[in-house]
């Protein structure tokens, strides 16, 4: 019983995602979420309080997915920079494949001005990239001049990029080529000279497979 619980709890959390992905949070309805879902709405708020709780659950889950792909490379050793290039181009290739993904910048992106959900995941993301670069700086792998706000904000401004871009249509080999090209420029105003060849400005070996995993 509690397995079948947990399945259909799984199933609407999916649903929530490809709906809110493709009619956006407001426009979503928990009868459109439960018919996706193969449910009822019962069943929806059985497992959720409100479509805010289920708002909640899916960027949940997407915080899952991006910490199980940036412990991957820890305990792989990845150097912070290289992680740095790494989960933008994981970032490239979730915003194609992973609805979870999409729906939970989405979700932020219309909370802006409102009540938000418990979970946002624009702050999960940068929290991630702000103990990558606080890695990087104690390494030795900045530029001294890097001491301020200047790698947060250039990679700030990087994901939202390549979230919009993704959204434009653009294919996801063309975005990857994209991401390295934004990486040739960054790495030679972030790391101290004649560091940048130490790097691989696409999608390493190591990403690769963990994208394959998840």
């Given at each position: ?142 530029r001294d001049h ?25 294919s996801h080999l063309e ?40």
């Amino acid at each position: 019983m509690q397995a079948r619980s947990e399945r259909t709890r799984r199933r609407l959390v999916r649903a929530g995602a490809q709906m809110f992905d493709r009619n956006g949070y407001a426009s979503a309805t928990p009868g459109q979420i439960a018919q996706a879902a193969g449910s009822t709405k019962g069943a929806l708020y059985f497992h959720f309080a409100s479509k805010e709780g289920l708002a909640d659950a899916v960027q949940e889950q997407g915080r899952a997915v991006l910490r199980d792909f940036v412990s991957g490379q820890r305990a792989a050793g990845v150097p912070p920079v290289q992680a740095l290039i790494d989960m933008t181009h994981w970032l490239a290739w979730a915003l194609h494949e992973d609805p979870v993904i999409r729906a939970s910048f989405r979700v932020a992106n219309e909370s802006t001005g409102r009540q938000p959900p418990v979970t946002d995941f624009h702050q999960v993301w940068i929290t991630e990239v702000l103990r990558l670069i606080d890695r990087a700086r104690k390494d030795g792998d900045l530029r001294d001049h890097a001491l301020v706000d200047g790698p947060e904000t250039l990679l700030s401004a990087a994901v939202c990029g390549i979230e919009v871009l993704s959204g434009t249509g653009v294919s996801h080999l063309e975005l990857r080529r994209r991401v390295g090209a934004l990486w040739d420029s960054l790495l030679t105003a972030l790391v101290p000279a004649g560091h940048a060849e130490r790097y691989d400005v696409h999608a390493s070996a190591l990403t690769a497979e963990l994208v394959a995993a998840v």
